[in-house]
């Protein structure tokens, strides 16, 4: 137990864990009292309130879900903030920051604080929310506070949040100073190509509308707009090689344009229209096999910092809607951690590249405070995982209030079974039952510079 100012914090002995700092993994014991980590390799003799014996389990940083859509305010009937969260704090997501497509848009300060506030009272784990951009709300932009940063849609899709303009760009790029990151589909050639495939019934359909073309054009035109103003710029859930090559090239030249990927991206392909239908319809489209590798090999050669979800989930009956009616997006916050750990369990990858992606780079992309890392006076967020654990995704054991994920029926070795928010346990697996707190999460915290 420790006191400090007269408070009593209930202090946790994480033991004999394989721990992932400074990307490498060390047998050692982690201490973490008052929200925070206080100490790394105790003594023998140090105890704590709560003892864990982590042997044979790794236990790395929270993970940081750098886009997703929670759908509260507004759209609750697909999603929720209690729902959703529980679900991070299953897969290991112990913060996330979320989307602006919300209802009403999130395009105000007052609309920011609206979405914090709520969260504050709803979220078992840790929150930040970005704001819209919209053609005319500069100054909101300018003087938004407690935010990530701005997210444009250069490209239209669920909701009606669009900047298209090359003049409402160009000053938005030029007048903030917050990170910006954007979904990147050209509007004019999606527009063209969906003429062209008007009254098809076929979902194979939505990836020639929204088709490679569609993907590098926007992204290239935003890496100039970042690149001409040297603004901070993010790309959102890359989906082609072109695009991978883009990124690459624009790395070469500056450190100001980062990207990311997203496991639909990485692990789908057109392939899978046939067997998963609309559950894998999402904007970007899914794309190729030869796609996928190149993502891949993206995230490994450090093209692609950030692994994020999208997490943008609409109800089976939604989905179900004939194409081109039924809705894009897909759940994914409980399952992608899991879907990682597989990939270093077959060898693709090591489980510090994935903590590399998944919650140091989100959190320097970000600037946030305090996450990211298990290191004494960071936020005691963590997860401790065990990599023999084979489950198989069933849609009846989704927390995910849409209750759907589109890799049910999939077995993957590697799952969280224990995760802590601000130094709670938040969920824990033990002999196959879960069990979650009632507590909530913080807001988190910035330190933005200025470009
Ligand atoms: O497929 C998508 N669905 N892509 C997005 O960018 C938005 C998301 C949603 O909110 O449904």
Not at 160 to 175: G, K, N, R
Not at 262 to 290: A, E, W
Not at 292 to 303: R, Y
Request: hydrophobic content about 40%; charged content about 20%; some cysteine.
């Amino acid at each position: 137990m420790l006191v400090q100012s007269g408070e009593i914090f209930i202090s946790t002995l994480i033991k004999n864990a394989n721990v992932i700092i400074g990307g490498q993994s060390v047998e050692t014991s982690v201490l973490i009292s008052n929200r925070k980590i206080v100490e790394i390799d105790p003594a023998n003799t140090v105890t704590a309130d709560n003892m864990v014996d982590a042997s044979g389990l790794v236990l790395m940083p929270g993970v940081i879900d750098d886009q997703v859509h929670f759908r509260e305010p507004g759209l609750t009937g697909k999603e929720d903030l209690a729902h959703a969260s529980r679900a991070c704090a299953k897969g290991g997501v112990t913060s996330f920051l979320e989307m602006p497509n919300t209802i009403p848009n999130a395009t105000t300060q007052q609309l920011l604080d609206d979405k914090l506030a709520i969260a504050s009272k709803a979220s078992l784990v840790n929150y930040g929310f970005y704001i819209g951009a919209t053609p005319n709300n500069v100054n909101d932009l300018k003087h938004a506070v407690r935010t990530p940063g701005i997210k444009i849609f250069i490209g239209s899709s669920t909701g009606d949040l669009l900047v298209d303009s090359q003049d409402a760009l160009e000053t938005i790029f030029a007048q903030t100073t917050l990170p910006i990151c954007a979904h990147c589909e050209d509007e004019t050639t999606v527009k063209r190509n969906a003429q062209r495939y008007a009254g098809s019934t076929d979902i194979a359909t939505h990836s020639k509308i929204r088709d490679h073309e569609a993907a590098a054009i926007a992204t290239a035109r935003a890496i100039d707009l970042a690149e001409r103003h040297q603004h901070r710029f993010h790309v959102l859930h890359v989906s082609t090689a072109h695009e991978v090559d883009l990124i690459r090239a624009a790395k070469a030249k500056h450190n100001f344009v980062t990207a990311e990927a997203c496991p639909h991206h990485l692990f789908f392909s057109i392939d899978d229209y046939t067997r998963l239908g609309s559950l894998v319809k999402m904007n970007p489209s899914i794309k190729t096999k030869q796609d996928n590798e190149a993502l891949f090999a993206g995230l490994l050669d450090g093209t692609i910092e950030v692994i994020a979800t999208d997490h943008a989930p609409h109800t089976m009956d939604e989905k179900n809607l004939p194409y081109p009616q039924c809705p894009s997006g897909l759940p994914a916050v409980e399952n992608y951690l899991a879907l990682m750990l597989d990939q270093v369990n077959q060898g693709r990858c090591s489980i510090e590249q994935v903590v590399a992606w998944m919650c140091e780079a989100p959190a320097r992309v970000w600037d946030i405070a305090n996450k990211g890392k298990i290191e004494v006076g960071y936020d005691a967020d963590l997860v401790l995982v065990d990599m023999n654990l084979e489950k198989t995704i069933r849609n009846e054991d989704q927390q995910t209030k849409c209750g759907w994920s589109p890799w049910a029926g999939e077995t993957l070795k590697g799952w969280p079974v224990k995760t802590w928010v601000m130094g709670e346990e938040v969920f824990r697996l033990d002999s196959g039952n879960e069990t979650y707190a009632k507590t909530f999460g913080t807001a988190i915290e910035y330190q933005h510079k200025t470009t």
